[in-house]
C-alpha cells in the first residue's frame, strides 16, 4: 500500500499569503494519478486537482499542482479567507489511498 | 449535473450490520466507479472500496476485506454499502463518491462528486 504523508500538519498563514502544501509517497505515484481535495467542516470533500497539476471544473487559478513520482506540492497563490480548510491529497495509481491531511488555518 | 444522494443517519449496537445506500440522479450511473470513503471524528479520509456499476465486481480496502460488502442497483442507479462487526471505531461519517473516469480494470481515479454523507454511530 502506498502510504501518503502530508506536511505541515497545520499551516498558519493571513488572507493574501501564499500556501505551499506538500505530499510525500512511500514510494512512486504512477502516472502522476495525485489528486488534491479541500474540506470544509461539515461538508463533503472537494476536487481541487486531479493528475497532479490539471484543475477540476470550476476550481479559480489561484490553486495549482505539481510534482511527480513521490513528491508533490498544492500551492494557493493568494489566500481567500475561503481557503481556508483542510487539505488532503489522494493516489491513485496503485489501489487507492489519502494522507493525513494539511489544515490551513488564519494566522 | 449528477447528484449522489445518500441514506439518514444510522445507531448501531456493536457486533450488528449497517447497509448505507447512495442514489444517483441527473446521469450516467453504470458507467463510473462508485466508492465508499469514510471519516471518524475529527480524523482523515479513508477508502474502504469500490465498484464499477456496469461490471459488478467491486474492490475492497485491505483493512475492510471480509468486512464490507458493496453492490450496485442499477434498476434505481443506487450503490449500497453493508459494514458487519460493527464496534465503536467504525463510528464515522460515510461518503459515497464517483470516479471522473473510467479507468480500468478497478475504475480508481479522482472522485469528482460526492453524496452529503451518512453518520454511522456504534454505541452500546
Known amino acids: 500500500e502506498i502510504v501518503l504523508t502530508q506536511s505541515p500538519g497545520t499551516l498558519s498563514l493571513s488572507p493574501g499569503e501564499r500556501a505551499t502544501l506538500s505530499c510525500r509517497a512511500s514510494?512512486?505515484?504512477?502516472?502522476?494519478?495525485l489528486a488534491w481535495y479541500q474540506q470544509k467542516l461539515g461538508q463533503a470533500p472537494r476536487l481541487l486537482i486531479y493528475?497532479?497539476?490539471s484543475r477540476a471544473t470550476g476550481i479559480p487559478d489561484r490553486f495549482s499542482g505539481s510534482g511527480s513520482g513521490t513528491d508533490f506540492t498544492l500551492t494557493i497563490s493568494r489566500l481567500e479567507p475561503e481557503d481556508f480548510a483542510v487539505y488532503y491529497c489522494q493516489q491513485y495509481g496503485s489501489s487507492l489511498t489519502f494522507g493525513g491531511g494539511t489544515k490551513v488555518e488564519i494566522k | 449535473q449528477v447528484q449522489l444522494v445518500q441514506s439518514g443517519a444510522e445507531v448501531k449496537k456493536p457486533g450488528s450490520s449497517v447497509k448505507v445506500s447512495c442514489k444517483a440522479s441527473g446521469g450516467t450511473f453504470s458507467s463510473y466507479a462508485i466508492s465508499w470513503v469514510r471519516q471518524a471524528p475529527g480524523q482523515g479520509l479513508e477508502w474502504m472500496g469500490g465498484?464499477?456499476?456496469?461490471?459488478?465486481?467491486?474492490n475492497y480496502a485491505q483493512k475492510f476485506q471480509g468486512r464490507v460488502t458493496i453492490t450496485t442497483d442499477e434498476s434505481t442507479s443506487t450503490a449500497y454499502t453493508e459494514l458487519s462487526s460493527l464496534r465503536s471505531e467504525d463510528t464515522a461519517v460515510y461518503y459515497c463518491?464517483?470516479?471522473?473516469?473510467?479507468?480500468?480494470?478497478?475504475?480508481?481515479?479522482?472522485?469528482?462528486?460526492w453524496g452529503q454523507g451518512t453518520m454511522v454511530t456504534v454505541s452500546s
Open positions: 514510494q512512486s505515484v504512477s502516472s502522476s494519478y
Open positions: 465498484i464499477i456499476p456496469m461490471f459488478g465486481t467491486a
Open positions: 493528475g497532479a497539476s
Open positions: 463518491a464517483r470516479a471522473r473516469h473510467l479507468r480500468l480494470p478497478e475504475g480508481h481515479d479522482a472522485f469528482d462528486i
